[in-house]
């Protein structure tokens, strides 16, 4: 990186969006980082960066709340906009099972509240930046045999509403990506997932970084290959 960048990351406190927000600070990024109420890692990790890095406090599911935060970034420029923020209820439950609002809550805060948050924030990207969001391999229709099916469910949403963004902004010359993590030992993705969250973030960091001024819209997993839809 050879100018100084500015991340975004919307759901930083913990897990995958944190260790983000710590990967763009070693590479010497601006990173102003999201939280929904005071996050004990991301304060320790400001201690560690306090020139660098700046806290917001946003909720995706409140609109308003995305609102008063695109207002106080003014006029900032954001290379880089990466929606992280997601939820996982009910997993194992199936349609006629599942509590309706733990469904609501998914499609809300994985479809909705992403795409509402980069309709909101993507003036501030220039044309050599990147606009992200944090999909899964499970949102995949063509890959998934059938695992997660509610959570899937809200992340094929996503990569819906991602793509029509994208139809709608025909010509954009920024790159537009879905990134798939793989499945990482966080909270949400538990114990038994397959990978550490250092086997994952930092391939994610670097494809993205390598997508720059690529332009054009691609569901692509942490090593930036493409993904089925
Ligand atoms: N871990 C995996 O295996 C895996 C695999 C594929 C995709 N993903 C996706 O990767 C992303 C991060 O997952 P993770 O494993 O790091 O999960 P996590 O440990 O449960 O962290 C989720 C993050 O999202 C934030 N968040 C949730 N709802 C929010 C809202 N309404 N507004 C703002 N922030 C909100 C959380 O903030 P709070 O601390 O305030 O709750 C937290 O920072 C999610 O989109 C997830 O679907 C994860």
């Known amino acids: 990186m050879t100018t100084k960048s500015t991340v975004l990351i919307l759901g930083a406190s913990r897990g995958l969006g944190l ?21 004990r890692d991301l ?25 008063a935060l695109r207002e106080r970034l003014g006029g900032h420029r954001i290379d880089v906009l ?38 909101l924030l993507e003036n501030l990207v220039p044309a050599n930046g990147a606009i992200a969001v944090m999909t899964s391999e499970l949102g995949s229709i063509a890959g998934n045999r059938g695992s997660w099916e509610l959570y899937s469910s809200s992340k094929a949403a996503l990569n819906m509403l991602m793509k029509c963004f994208s139809a709608r902004h ?24 397959t990978l550490s969250i250092e086997e994952s973030i930092p391939l994610v960091v670097e494809t993205v970084e390598r997508s ?18």
Request: glycine content about 8%; proline content about 5%; hydrophobic content about 45%.
């Open 82 to 119: 990466f929606v992280n923020a997601g939820i996982c209820k009910a997993h194992q439950e199936t349609p006629s099972a599942v509590n309706e609002r733990d469904f609501v809550d998914m499609m809300l805060t994985n479809a909705l509240g992403p795409m509402r948050a980069v309709e």
């Open 170 to 193: 025909a010509g954009d010359p920024r790159a537009l990506l879905l990134v798939a993590p793989g499945w990482v030992r966080t909270e949400m993705g538990t114990s038994a997932a």
């Open 212 to 229: 720059r001024g690529r332009a054009g819209l691609r569901f692509i997993d942490r090593n930036g290959r493409t993904l089925p839809w």
């Open 43 to 67: 304060s320790e990790l400001k201690g560690r960066y306090p020139a660098s890095l700046e806290i917001e406090t946003v909720d995706i599911m409140e609109a308003a709340s995305v609102h």
């Open 19 to 39: 260790a983000m927000a710590a990967e763009w600070l070693k590479l010497d990024a601006k990173v102003i980082a999201t939280q929904r109420s005071a996050s």
